[in-house]
């Protein structure tokens, strides 16, 4: 067990009360780093001089400007080396390559800004080409479970800082998978967040089209506190796009208690022969299913397909990005990555549209998914390898590695992988929970939810979980409580109304016993009625909805519903759907039920 734990919470409290500075985390980051040895984890790294001369400076500036300025004080973390920082190399994972970049990425210079402790630049699959972490001339980072055994790839260097406690996170980058498998195989968090919430400015591109900078940490909550400083428009990256009104990072306290994932039929699941990761992913199915989910199979056909395409015709866009580099220094090049990279030259422009087209239509085809489903689980990878494996049958395995990631970011998806449990003979194992863009925050409150109560520790390090799951709701800046009765509860059919509005959910309560509670005649909607005498108290749930939504949806309310104030049972009010009186009348009175959900199930 390493002490401390690097994950935000121990530090942060352990900041707080005085027991430790950045600069002693400073130094305890050198020792590790000393006693890791030959990890192959480093590409180039400050001294241990400039990162304590680092930390004392953070410390001065907390003194200085306040703490609410540095929301990362003093919170060691790396980058992956296709990630410019000023004043330091970037290779790519290719000294031929190597450049002297003038600027920073955007991304870095905000992490900075909010105090965050810069320890060293990472290694990774040359060029970000690969899942397998074994394509670098810097070596192969080592896979702190089983060094015979690939890292995952291409941010491979990242996730093993990561996991070996040498930093608190660690910025990876993600195209077809490289800020989720590497997370798979080293036990801890991999956040693919929507593509252009974090400017990719200052990143050599894979396929700048589709990039993502990632985030890799020990907990969910972590990652999701790296995404609120290091997301946000950027105009230096053509591809940044500003969030929708009310988009906030906050996780809420906890999940739905009730929601839908999808997972592919049984016939549609590929382990690769590996039946202990496919006993881990039907154990978590029953760990999402136990927290209230409701599992919904799905036709995994048009995601696969989409995934086939990024090394089709696609492939051309991983050849823009090395341009004249390709042809003057091939040599320079690893061999697999050059095969890969090549494979773009004879793709002509009218196979590269068709292909788009296609993409296209699949998008089109795979969206109405997402309307009976809130969420999408699946293994973050089907297996693992040795590095002798993948170093017989690279192209193969690399792509079976794949199986269940390369679909994202083609098809504009968030996601995150958490750990799931570990095999028989000792290697982790994820899942990786999957939505549409900017639901970020309603995917953490499950991630979160799941990975506490798998119990496991922190990546290789030994160190328990924190306890960071709060039982009091939280309300993100720029919202205003709505209180549902019906059909926009979890999991029912319109609650994905709410969602795509941006809305999070606070909590379940129920309503003063003062209600009267019953089914329209649509036999869709029921209604809630304010009673004068007794009556029942009803189940409702609280929506956090974005102010700059709200009108909008009450807008699309039909008669005889509409917005009013509810009393909760504990005496405070809420906005929230009620009905008018006259509507009530001859209508079936539920209250006995005591919500929708339960009359609805009783039907």
């Known amino acids: 067990m390493l002490e401390p734990s690097f994950d935000l919470a121990t530090l942060s409290r352990a900041y707080a009360e005085g027991r430790l500075k950045p600069s002693d985390v400073a130094r305890i980051v050198a020792e590790r780093i000393e006693e890791a040895g030959d990890d192959n984890v480093w590409i180039s790294r400050r001294s241990a001089e400039a990162v304590v001369a680092d930390a004392v400076e953070i410390e001065r500036r907390l003194a200085a400007e306040g703490a609410d300025a540095l929301p990362l004080y003093g919170i060691p973390f790396a980058v992956k080396d296709n990630i410019d920082v000023a004043g330091m190399p970037t290779t790519a994972g290719c000294p031929d390559f190597a450049y002297q970049p003038d600027r920073s990425a955007t991304a870095f210079d905000r992490l900075r800004a909010a105090g965050a402790l810069f320890v060293g630049k990472t290694n990774l699959d040359q060029f970000a080409t690969g899942l397998v972490g074994v394509r670098s001339p810097y070596g192969v980072s080592r896979n ?6 690939i890292p995952g790839g291409s941010s491979s260097g990242s996730a093993v800082a990561v996991s070996s406690g040498l930093v608190s996170f660690a910025l990876g980058t993600d195209t077809a998978g490289s800020g989720r498998v590497p997370a ?12 252009g919430l974090i400017s990719t400015a200052g990143v050599f591109p894979a396929c700048r089209s589709i990039d993502c900078i990632s985030i890799f940490a020990l907990t969910v909550a972590d990652a ?16 940044s796009r500003a969030a929708p009104a009310g988009y906030a990072t906050a996780i809420p306290g906890r999940p739905p208690p009730r929601f839908r994932f999808g ?5 549609q699941l590929q382990f690769f022969g590996n039946d202990a990761a496919a006993r881990l992913f039907a154990s978590a199915i029953e760990a999402l299913t136990a927290m209230g989910g409701e599992r919904t199979l799905i036709d995994y056909a048009p995601f696969a397909e ?29 061999p697999v990555v050059r095969k890969i990279a090549e494979g773009g030259k004879s793709v002509g422009g009218s196979e590269t549209w068709n292909a788009l087209y296609r993409l296209e239509a699949l998008r089109q085809r795979t969206r109405p998914v997402w309307s009976g489903i809130d969420l999408m689980l699946l293994p973050t990878s089907p297996t693992i390898y040795r590095i002798d494996e993948v170093e017989a049958d690279p192209l193969r395995l690399n792509s079976n590695l794949g199986t269940y990631t390369n679909f994202v ?13 570990f095999q028989p003979n000792g290697l982790p194992a994820g899942i990786t929970l999957i939505a549409p863009a900017w639901r970020e925050a309603s995917l953490a409150a499950v991630a979160s939810r799941f990975h506490a109560a798998r119990g496991l520790p922190l990546g290789a390090t030994g160190n328990p979980p924190p306890d960071r799951l709060s039982s009091k709701p939280v309300v993100p800046p720029g919202t205003i409580g709505l209180a549902v009765v019906g059909a926009h509860l979890s999991a029912m059919a319109l609650n994905r109304e709410l ?8 909590c379940a309560t129920r309503t003063a016993p003062n209600y009267r509670f019953v089914a329209l005649p649509d036999g869709k909607r029921p209604g809630l009625v304010r009673t004068n005498g007794d009556g029942a108290s009803i189940d409702i749930e609280i929506w956090n909805v974005p102010e700059a939504a709200l009108g909008g949806f009450v807008s699309r309310i039909a008669a005889p519903l509409g917005i009013g104030t509810l ?15 006259c509507a009530a009348d001859g209508a079936e009175d539920i209250s006995a039920f005591g919500g929708w959900r339960a009359y609805k199930a009783a039907r």
Do not use: Q, W
Not at 144 to 149: E, K, L, R, T, V
Not at 409 to 421: F, K, R, T, Y
Not at 567 to 581: H, I, S
């Open 224 to 239: 999701m506190a790296v995404l609120d400083v290091a997301g946000g428009f950027d105009p230096r990256d053509i591809y």
């Open 567 to 581: 009393v909760l049972e504990d005496g405070t009010g809420v906005l929230g759907f009620l009905c008018e009186a």
């Open 263 to 267: 997972v592919p039929a049984d016939d």
């Open 306 to 334: 989409a995934a086939g395409l990024l090394y089709g015709p696609l492939v051309a866009e991983r050849t823009a990005a090395l341009d004249d580099f390709l042809t003057d220094h091939a040599d320079a090049i690893h």
């Open 499 to 506: 969602i795509e509005i941006g809305a999070t959910f606070r």
């Open 144 to 149: 702190p479970f089983d060094a015979d055994y």
């Open 409 to 421: 970011n083609l098809l504009d998806l968030s996601a995150i992988a958490v750990p799931n449990g």
């Open 184 to 195: 798979g195989f080293n036990n801890i968090v991999g956040l693919k967040p929507t593509r």
